[in-house]
């Protein structure tokens, strides 16, 4: 479905008679200061991290506020109690523990007067099988190549996906959020399509695996449909669903990790 | 049966206001080299200012006078008027062969006097377009199109360059019903809409309402586009075409017995895939991408009471690249349609109408395999009958039984592809309608037209229905059998329209009508994509409502060659339908649970200004309005403009015609952008930037606008063959539309983000067409 509309557009903006781009000045609003929670429990047996800071306009540089003082603890339906401590500013770890499957986390933020709170539940672990590389669908005269990633969908059960590549250890400016409506049991071969980094042979490309519940899927999801909006029937872009409540900007994911590595030739 | 009732005391409540014996005069209209039927022609008594009547979409009329001597005046655009004097002693047929006026000379328009038929019918918020016009208008690529020249009319929006969906009065693009022959077409668009399934070769009549609306139109809130194709030419074989830059046309037409039955054959195929073979890309060049389309229609007078005609349209766009994947999508309409003379006050026409549109979605990469199709399909029963009760009562009334079957996708996929088989289960329904509307004219001065139409759903099983909550949680769940009754729902639609005459040049005209609609689009993907899903109004949608009040000042000049008209309306909408985050339409069983509803308004003024005659014609329309949506779910609950807000839309079009052999036009537009929403910040998400939105819609895109010239050449005249040639530019003085605004990290500042504009047509784009008649 994906390739589908990302063919769709691509035809549409690249084929047409006289397709141009350039950068433009756009007068856009001052949205600024909004809390900010990234919080994420992984099953590696390691320093968990929860970040916090705030949002800046748009014509900002990309430097983010971070927001130090708060309070952070995430707590299992198994009793257990994770205290989370600052360092960076705005960096808050915990001791090193590994996130089980199965286990229902909850993050509690306590800061400026307000508590948030998001729980997530770590699925179970689908095996990162391989990833390959092909020639790209488009531009493909010059070398570019395209990157798959192949696991086994586990039946009977919704599965979530989302994927993170870095080529040559820069990370690709692109969200790769997948479930199983369509392919549920099935030996998957997923293509991570975008068009923001050109992969080519000699190129070190590493792919992160996480098994991620619904809630934390539908996050993902919503932003990596937002990077393929038209000007006119385009899905309007909002802010993504979050888990966490009283609403704020990011998520909490307790997920399970998995990366391989291939050089591309 | 209570409509049934009521109708039948209307009948005899008008019936009861003939005062005295009256004579029928009826017949047909017809264009005397061709033959074909024309619609909308006036009819009118010279020596009685009230009295008069038009030809109904089979080119029939039939008018009421008293006896005595008078002179009727047979008069349509483009066409020398004649005026027949008769002596009205009992009911007579005259059928009348206009002639169409050769040159615009202006002797010849000076003795057809123009008529005032904007001033002086009832009927508000219609446009017609008259071909002769469309075909002047210059256009992308010089493929001239009925949709994207009803966007140079007020009211009428362009949903964006190079795109053939449109809006009208502030309604969303699927609140527009569009017919070809009676049959809805519900993806009008070729090429990701960069054409329309129109081909005008095989157009004879286009009518736009937006308001107003006449009571036997109905199931969509915003207007309805009634094309109708042409007959074919009853007296002659004649073959005419065109080759162009990306497409060809041919047609075909002539009588099947003379005089009595003709028939028209008409296709056009494109090959935009030549821009693909020049392209430097492998994948590119090995792909296909095209569409063609057919149109035919046959028609056969048994007698002057009865005929038979037989249209069909056939239209496809295939694309495909080459070994990764392919989509074809499409329509498909017949209309069986017999009209039956009663009498000389009563005609009837019966209609058997078939509609399809389906899409494929293909992935050819065996590791990705999967096949994805969808399609509604329709079959409509329609009785619609006119009655002349008096000369100054004119009835409509019918019935209309239509069936709608929807298949919402199926996938079926292979043993060594990611995906699985799946499929969504079938949606049945009926959607039927009746209606009744008179046509009073109380005196010289006041008419009214007025009436209603009552609506229904009836949702069938079999299939399982669920209910859900706001948040999207099964509440309830349900399964029927064949047939069984899941969910109905009755409107009645009223339809008010009242003018007044100051004098034969100007009027004011008002009208409340409510419209409703019961078969929603669902398409949350950019406006390009095939991949259109109806749904049906169910125990989770209700039925779209909108009411709308309407009042203009009708004014003509210099004997009606300038017509101004000035129109205000304003719209409530009910039940309005939005998406929620991340909804993931396409095969998706439960895809009611992904609507969230809401209210709206649209309000606005439109002025228009038009010469309709003489070596220079053209127009000038001018919209001012106001589109607002409101939906709990969105935008904190508060109003937000939508995306078709167009605060201001300006059109002109102008067609001179130097003499014999060269004409030249021009159009110009400027439009306000759509409202769109813009990021107002930025955090940082997984070590990448994300945008942070605040309202809804609160942003726009540049205003765009853009000048095209054309230019027509008639070849020197042979007894045998006329040729001509068209030019054109589109976009003559390069301005860059934006098509596309995007946002991303900066590519020369590091650390900053920058915002990216697309246009697709930021360059002069030339045609040129050779067109050729034998």
Redesign the interface.
């Known amino acids: ?1 994906k ?3 990302f ?3 691509f ?3 690249t ?12 007068k ?5 200061g ?1 809390l ?1 929670i ?1 919080g994420n429990i992984t099953n590696l047996d390691s320093p968990q991290y929860i970040k916090l ?6 014509t ?5 506020p971070p927001v130090s003082g708060a309070t952070v603890t995430v707590s299992d339906n198994k009793n257990n109690i994770y205290t989370f401590t600052e360092g960076p500013a705005g960096t808050y770890s915990s001791a090193q523990f590994p996130g089980v499957s199965g286990n229902t986390y909850q993050m509690t933020v306590v800061t400026g007067g307000t508590t948030y709170k998001a729980n997530s539940v770590m699925p179970a672990l689908v095996p990162f099988d391989s990833i390959t590389y092909k020639k790209a ?5 010059n070398n570019r190549r395209e990157i ?1 990633v192949h696991y086994q969908d586990q039946a009977g059960i919704p599965n979530q996906y989302r994927f ?1 590549m870095w080529v040559n250890s820069v ?1 690709v ?1 692109a ?1 790769f959020a997948y479930d199983d ?11 991570l399509v975008e068009n ?1 980094t050109d992969i080519y042979p000699g190129d070190t490309v590493k792919v992160e695996m996480q098994c991620i519940d619904k809630p934390v899927y ?1 996050y993902w ?3 990596m ?1 937002q990077g ?14 979050t888990n966490i409540t009283p609403a704020v ?3 909490f994911s307790a997920h399970t990790t998995q990366a391989k590595t291939i050089i591309v030739q | 049966m209570r409509f049934v009732l009521v109708c039948l005391s209307l009948l005899f409540f008008a019936g009861s206001l003939l005062a005295q014996k009256k004579i029928i005069i009826s017949g047909t209209i017809e264009d005397k080299a061709t033959g074909e039927k024309l619609i909308g022609a006036t009819i009118k008594i010279k020596e009685l200012t009230k009295s008069g009547t038009t030809t109904n979409n089979y080119g029939f009329y039939s008018l009421a006078v008293p006896a005595g001597n008078f002179t009727l005046v047979y008069s349509y655009v483009g066409y020398n008027t004649v005026e027949t004097p008769i002596s009205a002693a009992a009911d007579q047929v005259i059928d009348i062969r206009l002639d169409q006026q050769k040159e615009l000379s202006e002797i010849v328009i000076r003795s057809n006097k123009p008529n005032n038929d904007n001033v002086a019918s009832p009927q508000m918020g219609e446009e017609r377009l008259n071909m002769a016009q469309v075909n002047n208008v210059p256009v992308l690529l010089g493929e001239k199109d009925i949709l994207k020249t009803i966007t140079l009319l007020p009211g009428i929006e362009s ?2 360059e ?2 053939t ?1 449109y809006y009208v009065r502030g309604g969303a ?1 699927d609140q527009n019903l569009i017919l070809l022959d009676e049959a809805t077409v519900y993806n009008a668009s070729h090429f ?1 809409g ?1 054409f329309s399934t129109f081909n005008s070769d095989a157009i004879k009549d286009v009518s736009i309402y937006k308001g107003g609306m006449p009571a036997e139109y109905g199931g969509r809130l915003s207007s309805v586009l009634d094309v109708k194709m042409l007959d074919g030419n009853n007296k002659d074989y004649t073959v005419e075409g065109g080759l162009g830059l990306i497409s060809s046309r041919l047609k075909v037409e002539g009588p099947i017995v003379k005089d009595k039955g003709s028939f028209m054959l008409s296709a056009r195929r494109t090959y935009i895939d030549v ?2 073979h020049a392209s ?5 060049k090995g792909s296909s ?1 095209y569409f063609y389309d057919i149109n035919a229609k046959a028609n056969y007078h048994f007698d002057d009471k009865n005929a038979l005609y037989v249209s069909g349209y056939f239209g496809k766009d295939v ?1 495909e ?1 080459k070994s ?2 392919g ?1 074809l999508w499409g329509n498909s309409t017949g209309t069986i349609r017999f009209n039956h003379i009663f009498n000389n006050r009563l005609f009837s026409n019966t209609s058997l109408v078939y509609s399809n549109y389906n899409y494929t ?1 293909e ?1 050819f990469q065996s ?2 395999y ?1 096949k994805a199709t969808s399609q509604i399909n329709d079959v409509n029963f329609k009785e619609d009958l006119q009655y002349s009760l008096s000369n100054t009562h004119t009835l409509k009334f019918g019935l209309n039984v239509l069936h709608h079957t929807i298949a919402p996708g199926t ?1 079926t996929t292979n043993s060594t ?4 088989d ?1 499929s969504v289960e079938e949606r049945y329904g009926y959607e039927n309608a009746a209606y009744l509307s008179d046509e009073w004219r109380l005196n010289s001065r006041i008419t009214f037209l007025y009436g209603f139409r009552l609506s229904s759903l009836f949702l069938l099983g079999p299939g399982t229905f669920k209910t859900y909550d706001a948040a999207g949680n099964v509440l309830s769940s349900a399964t029927y059998s064949s047939g069984a009754l899941v969910k109905d729902y009755f409107n009645l639609e009223p339809r008010f329209t009242a003018s007044y005459l100051f004098s034969d040049e100007s009027s004011v005209k008002a009208s409340y009508n409510r419209n409703t609609q019961n078969i929603h689009l669902l ?7 095939p ?1 259109d899903l109806y749904v049906m109004s169910s125990n989770n949608i209700k039925p779209e409502i909108a009411d709308q009040v309407s009042t203009g000042y009708f004014r003509n000049f210099s004997e009606n060659t300038y017509e101004f008209s000035a129109e205000v309306y304003y719209k409530w909408l009910q039940n309005q339908i939005d ?1 929620k ?4 339409l ?3 069983p439960d895809v009611e649970s992904l609507l969230t509803y809401g209210s709206g308004r649209a309000y606005g003024v439109e002025l228009f200004l038009k010469k309709k005659y003489g070596k220079f014609n053209g127009w000038i329309g001018y919209t001012l309005s106001r589109t607002e949506l409101k939906f709990a779910a ?1 935008n904190d609950g508060n109003y937000f403009p939508a ?1 078709q807000d167009r605060t201001n839309d300006l059109s002109v079009v102008g067609i001179y015609q130097l003499n014999e052999r060269w004409s030249f036009s021009s159009d110009f537009i400027y439009a306000t952008g ?1 409202a ?19 309202e ?4 726009r ?1 540049p205003s765009s606008n853009r000048l095209d010239i054309g230019a027509t050449l008639e070849g020197k005249k042979h007894k045998k063959y006329h040729s001509s040639w068209t030019f054109g530019i589109y976009n003559v003085y390069a301005h ?1 539309d ?4 995007t ?4 590519k ?1 500042v590091p ?13 002069r ?1 030339p045609s040129v067409t050779w067109n050729f008649k034998f």
């Open positions: 479905m390739r589908f509309k063919c769709l557009v035809l549409a903006v084929l047409t008679f006289a397709a141009c781009t350039k950068v433009i000045d756009l856009l609003g001052n949205d600024s909004k900010v990234e800071s705030r949002n800046v306009p748009f900002s540089t990309n430097t983010y669908d488009f531009k493909s005269g798959t993170i990370e400016s969200v409506e369509f392919s549920d049991g099935r030996y998957v071969d997923q293509d923001t539908t999801f919503t932003l449909e393929f909006g038209g000007p006119d029937g385009g899905v309007a872009p909002s802010n993504p669903p900007l990011g998520y | 949903a964006g190079g795109n969906g693009s990701f960069f821009f693909l430097s890309d492998s994948t590119l991408l694309l690249l990764i994947f989509t979605i992935d590791t990705n999967f996938i592809s990611s995906f699985n799946v398409n949350n993907s950019t406006s390009s994509s991949a998406y985050d991340g909804a993931q396409i095969v998706n969105i995306t759509n769109v929403t813009f990021p107002t910040g930025k955090y940082e998400i997984g070590g990448l930037t994300t945008f942070s939105y605040s809804r819609n609160g942003y895109m860059r934006p098509y596309l605004i946002f991303r990290d900066s020369t650390n900053t983000t920058e915002a990216v504009e697309t246009s697709i047509f930021a360059t784009i």
